[in-house]
């Protein structure tokens, strides 16, 4: 741990002996309150059932992850069937190439699942099996993706609403969705189970309500099936020889590609591993299975009842609207319009479903930017997690660029679909790319059919990708290629920028190569009444080391004790179970161990303390008072990374632990001081 801020003015001579400083004071007891209510109480990192709380069964995993896929069903077929005109004997195939889409690409990422247990998806394979570079575009992407994901959800479900609500409440649309985003953003702050628990009941109601719909309509038409089973094969027979086979089949390739936002979700799962309940690669391929069957059935069986009731687009509604009033909206019981009811119903649910949709891009959205924080490519603090363990700053991020998005696009779900589907599929294209070079080098069992099924996954997406590309680029295609690439472009910056400290920091490890030909010394025992100085530490380092001889340097003979402190963090990437946040405290205490040794060669009466947590600088205000209670004359420091221009994006990049640490501790009454640690940049 790093505590960082800018440097203090001269250090000024430690306190004379007194009393110890009181506890800091409470926050105010109604703004207390107010946050537990709004967000819950912290998570207990020690308790096993923690874990277990904040992990999902296949079933609710179902609902927060296949979700996005599942919901897609009600943009995807309709952008597909409005391609094909007035062609509609290509439904049947359009309807089979979907279904069979669908499945081998579920099939292709439940290899990966199995391949990969520990999640990450496209940016994890693109990364491990292609390259950083590969890998950045996809993570890139990915971002993008979903807040795509959520942008389109959510203007999707407002159309559905709003097409059996009357045209002169469409002014509301927008705010609206504007309050749902809102609202979503509230439920994942608070936790991943308590934002999927809750939206579980319309995941259900929309299963139950499209049940009906597909059964009921290819049951009404049974009898009809031979009649239309000719019909299709006139209408295309007759189109092929009065077009030519050729440009038949170019059209169906046109709203085959144009329908990709069917397949727009079934990346989720594997990139939301980690929060799968245990075994997580057996509930991961169980939800993808889930998913993969309900969409295959859903997205096909709605291309087929278009046909069968022959659907056409009508102004205001969705085309699911339209099939809905075509198949129930005569119903009657007692002279009472229950069909009515029943299309309101599963318009209602349909819309609360896409909203359900957009937890994806929550839930997966932020564990990208984790580990691509982890990675250096983002600023690292998009990998700290929260004390209701969700990763805070990538809620609020993706959060705030869905409004943006859905804000500039005015919800228009046709320019959003194409803009979400490009950057689904450069992710499944590399992801697949990634497999397809791995099953390639392999020399053991089973190569051939992984090779088989990423190639023909590969094919399918890299076609559709440049399907939509070729089509769409002038009408907003480009939009998200440059939003995608100027992403790209910041991830290099940013990395480029933590690589260039670390080669100045590389310079303060030689100091440890010194100190560690020095003879071992003897314990010394620490005296409460005695001057202490308590140091802030992360991992033995020479950052660490620095610090400790310069305070040496700068304080010869003013203290007796020193006792070194630090916060074992558990981010996104570590917060897989109680075991490992085990090794974290292992790690830490290991650490101590050997600054407490160095002190004793320099002459102190050295100690540690050892707190983990998912954010230090609570933690280190805990561990610091304690110690000031128990050693009266304590004086804390913490080391500051101090560059030689500073510049408005450092703040981002580094924390400020040690200035807010020294407001705290100052506050309540305990002497602290920054030790700035220079940093000479290349450059």
């Known amino acids: 741990m790093t505590l960082a801020t800018a440097p ?43 874990y277990r709380h904040v992990s999902l069964v296949a079933l609710l995993a179902w609902v927060g992850l296949g979700a996005d896929g599942l919901s897609s069903s009600a943009y995807g077929p309709e952008e597909a069937f409005r391609a094909i005109g007035a062609h509609h004997y290509l439904a049947v195939a359009l309807a089979l190439a979907t279904a069979g889409t669908v499945l081998v690409i579920s099939l292709a990422y439940a290899s990966i699942i199995q391949h990969f247990p520990f999640g990450g998806g496209g940016y994890v394979v693109a990364t491990r099996l292609l390259g950083p570079a590969p890998g950045v575009v996809s993570g890139a992407a990915l971002l993008v993706d979903y807040v795509l994901t959520i942008s389109v959800s959510i203007a999707a479900g407002g159309d559905a609403v709003w097409s059996f609500l009357p045209p ?89 590609s144009m329908g990709a936002g069917t397949y727009t979700g079934i990346e989720a799962v594997s990139n939301g591993l980690a929060i799968m309940r245990e075994p997580k690669v057996a509930t991961a391929r169980r939800t993808m299975a889930y998913m993969a069957v309900s969409l295959a059935l859903t997205a096909g069986g709605i291309l087929v009842a278009y046909l069968l009731f022959r659907v056409v687009p009508a102004e205001g509604k969705t085309m699911n609207a339209v099939l809905l009033e075509a198949f129930a909206g005569s119903w009657t019981a007692g002279g009472i319009p229950v069909g009515r009811g029943f299309v309101m119903v599963s318009l209602a649910a349909e819309a609360a479903l896409l909203f359900v949709a957009a937890q994806a891009g929550f839930l997966d959205g932020p564990r990208v930017m984790a580990n691509m924080a982890s990675d250096s490519w983002l600023p ?93 680029f002038g009408t907003g295609g480009w939009i998200t290629l440059l939003v995608t690439w100027v992403v790209v472009g910041v991830c290099w910056l940013v990395r480029r920028h933590y690589r260039d400290v670390q080669a100045g920091l590389r310079r303060l490890d030689t100091v440890l190569t010194a100190v560690a030909q020095s003879t071992p010394a003897p314990p010394r025992e620490l005296v409460p009444s005695a001057p202490t100085a308590v140091l802030l530490v992360g991992s033995y380092a020479g950052l660490g080391v620095h610090s400790l001889l310069s305070l040496h340097r700068t304080f010869p003979g003013t203290f007796k004790n020193v006792i070194f402190v630090s916060v074992g963090v558990v981010d996104a990437a570590a917060m897989r179970g109680i075991e490992e946040v085990e090794r974290v405290r292992e790690r830490t205490e290991e650490s101590l161990r050997r600054y407490a040794e160095l002190a004793r060669r320099l002459g102190f009466a050295s100690g540690w303390r050892a707190g983990v947590a998912t954010e230090a600088l609570g933690e280190a205000e805990k561990l610091c008072l304690a110690l000031a209670r128990e050693y009266p004359r304590t004086v804390v420091f913490a080391g500051k990374l101090v560059f030689r221009e500073e510049r408005w994006f450092q703040r981002l990049l580094h924390n400020e632990t040690a200035y807010a640490l020294q407001r705290r501790l100052q506050f309540a009454g305990l002497h602290a001081m920054v030790l700035p640690v220079r940093v000479l940049e290349q450059g």
Not at 36 to 49: Q, V
Not at 214 to 242: K, Q
Not at 413 to 423: E, F, R
């Open 380 to 472: 690292h603090r998009f990998a700290q997690l929260s004390e209701r363990l969700v990763v805070r700053d990538g809620v609020l991020l993706m959060g705030a660029a869905s409004l943006l998005t859905l804000v500039v696009t005015r919800g228009d779900v046709t320019h959003l679909v194409t803009m979400y589907s490009i950057n689904v599929f450069l992710t499944f294209s590399l992801s697949q790319a990634g497999m397809v070079r791995f099953f390639w080098r392999r020399r053991t069992g089973g190569r051939g059919r992984g090779l088989w099924l990423h190639g023909v996954a590969f094919t399918l997406c890299a076609g559709i990708l440049t399907g939509i590309v070729y089509e769409k």
């Open 8 to 50: 203090d003015p001269a250090p000024s001579p430690p306190p004379a002996p007194g009393s110890p400083p009181a506890a800091a004071p409470e926050p105010r007891l109604g703004l207390r309150r107010l946050r537990r209510a709004l967000f819950g109480a912290p998570r207990d990192l020690a308790s096993p059932a923690t």
């Open 168 to 256: 002169g409440w469409a002014a509301w649309k927008l705010p609206a969705e504007i309050a749902v985003i809102a609202l979503l953003v509230l439920l994942n702050l608070r936790g991943v189970r308590e934002s999927v628990a809750t939206l579980a009941p319309i995941f259900a109601l929309f299963l139950l309500t499209h049940l009906v719909l597909l059964v009921g309509a290819v049951g009404s038409h049974l009898g009809d099936v031979p009649r239309l089973a000719a019909e299709v094969r006139s209408e295309a027979l007759a189109a092929v020889r009065s077009q030519g086979g050729a440009a038949v089949f170019g059209l169906f390739l046109f709203a085959y």
